[in-house]
């Protein structure tokens, strides 16, 4: 099958292939069918996930190991988490939280629809949590959603996991003597993407739109886009400055404006090398064989989202 190992994927990761007997990547489908339900998989992982803390500044934190990281505010308005993660895990998850405050978590924020980010939705919505999130998180959720790439159908959501809060470019929170500043990419990872800044302790949690060392993957099915991510890491690296810590959907959760300008880079870069291929008439098997990853390979391309399965996501989106 997969010469990577279940455990090592992150959900966003899934549809990218393994080696075929033959040698050759696997298409998403082929990745799926070889995985037999992939997505329910992660589910049954997730009991076993081991979750790291690391501790950034003024009572803000990052929880590492579930789907995408979380982070967690802490203060006198209870704990504020971003993004929820993967159900299986919730008791790691409620462990590693309640070794920064006993507080109960009162908000919650989605940076967007997918489920390594939004599966804990249902049991943090249950316990009182307030949801906030981008209409279009609001409306994925609500809805069955197939994610081609992924070869997957997401059912609609129980009422406890959907956000009750919702905005459709920006909005301001104050919460925990912190101005949480909510806006909305436009398309990029998906349609639903937004960026939560927090003002006071200079803290930017990217969600996917910045994978730290590695390929992202693109959602063309929920509205994802090659050049809305680039604009999406183009505005990242806007918002940010030297001392800015910020937070990766995925990949080391602790990173600097100085890794969002090589994302960035490495993004466009590929974006000319693929739109060049194309342009000269090239299909898309032939553009991957062309291997117009290769300068970026070494550092972005040994995650589960391969050089191929990269080219052909960038190419889909030309």
């Keep these: 099958m997969n010469t990577l190992s279940r455990r090592r994927f992150c959900l966003c990761c899934v549809a990218a292939g393994g080696l075929a007997a033959t040698g050759g990547w696997l298409s998403p489908p082929e990745a799926f069918a070889e995985a037999r339900n992939i997505v329910d998989g992660f589910r049954d992982d997730a009991a076993r996930a081991r979750i790291t803390v690391h501790r950034l500044r003024r009572g803000i934190s990052v929880l590492e190991g579930s789907g995408g990281n979380i982070v967690v505010s802490t203060g006198r308005d209870g704990k504020v988490f971003v993004d929820a993660g993967i159900t299986g895990t919730k008791r790691q998850i409620i462990k590693a939280a309640d070794s920064l405050s006993r507080d109960p978590i009162t908000t919650l924020i989605n940076t967007h629809w997918h ?51 919702v905005f459709s470019d920006s909005r301001e929170l104050r919460l925990n003597d912190q101005d949480i500043i909510l806006r909305h990419y436009g398309p990029a990872h998906t349609d639903s993407d937004i960026s939560v800044t927090f003002a006071g302790a200079d803290i930017l949690h990217c969600g996917d739109t910045f994978w730290n060392g590695l390929y992202p993957f693109i959602d063309y099915s929920t509205g994802g886009s090659i050049d809305g991510m680039i604009a999406a890491a183009t505005a990242n690296v806007t918002a940010s400055g030297k001392s800015t810590i910020v937070v990766p959907g995925h990949g080391n959760p602790v990173a600097s404006r100085s890794d969002l300008i090589a994302y960035r880079d490495m993004l466009v870069g590929i974006r000319e090398n693929v739109a060049k291929l194309k342009r000269q008439g090239l299909a898309v098997d032939e553009a991957i064989a062309a291997r117009p990853t290769q300068a970026y390979d070494v550092k972005w391309g040994k995650a589960v989202i391969s050089p191929a399965f990269f080219t052909r996501l960038v190419y889909e989106g030309l």
Excluded: C, M, Y
């Design 115 to 165: 489920f390594d980010h939004s599966d804990g939705n249902e049991w943090i919505g249950a316990e009182g949590a307030s949801i906030v999130a981008h209409a279009n998180t609001q409306k994925h959720l609500l809805s069955v959603q197939r994610v081609e790439d992924w070869d997957f159908t997401f059912p609609s959501s129980p009422l406890a996991a959907i956000p009750t809060v």
